[in-house]
């Protein structure tokens, strides 16, 4: 299935979180904690959209081993993380992977907040994510 940021357009807003790689530690508890908390970014009428590079089937295996209920959305071609300039050159000797960063996108499309932390290691700042969306309500 393609995930399309315009299909929030006029309706919600997106929080966009791109991260290194699937099964790795750092990812895992960002993205349980995220899908524990699901209903806060619901509430402050907010998809939650997480991007790696890792293949869908990667992906898909990781969500369901982790019990992760935000959508997916692989970056095989690396063509998003380009486009957004969050490309960590040569993670592990893995290759070139995303880096970890958040964005948060307005129904009309327009980046209100954007984060890309010091290392893959370091999570974003998700309380400044929540008061963004708090503000775009």
């Known amino acids: 299935m393609d995930v399309k940021l315009s299909n929030n357009f006029g309706k919600k807003n997106t929080v966009l979180l791109f991260f290194p790689a699937a099964f790795t530690g750092v990812c895992t508890t960002e993205l349980c904690d995220i899908t524990s908390g699901l ?17 869908p089937f990667a992906q ?55 984060e890309q932390t010091p290392t893959p290691k370091d999570l974003p700042n998700f309380q ?6 708090a503000r775009l309500k």
């Open 128 to 133: 400044a994510v929540k008061d963004t969306l």
């Open 39 to 55: 209903g806060a970014y619901s509430g402050l009428n907010a998809d939650v959209v997480a991007v790696s590079v890792d293949t």
């Open 60 to 114: 898909e295996a990781w969500a369901q081993k982790e019990k992760i209920g935000i959508t997916l959305a692989s970056d095989l071609n690396k063509q998003t993380i380009k486009a957004y300039d969050v490309v960590f050159p040569m993670l592990a000797g893995a290759g070139d992977t995303a880096a970890r960063a958040a964005f948060v996108i307005d129904k009309q499309g327009v980046i209100q907040y954007s």
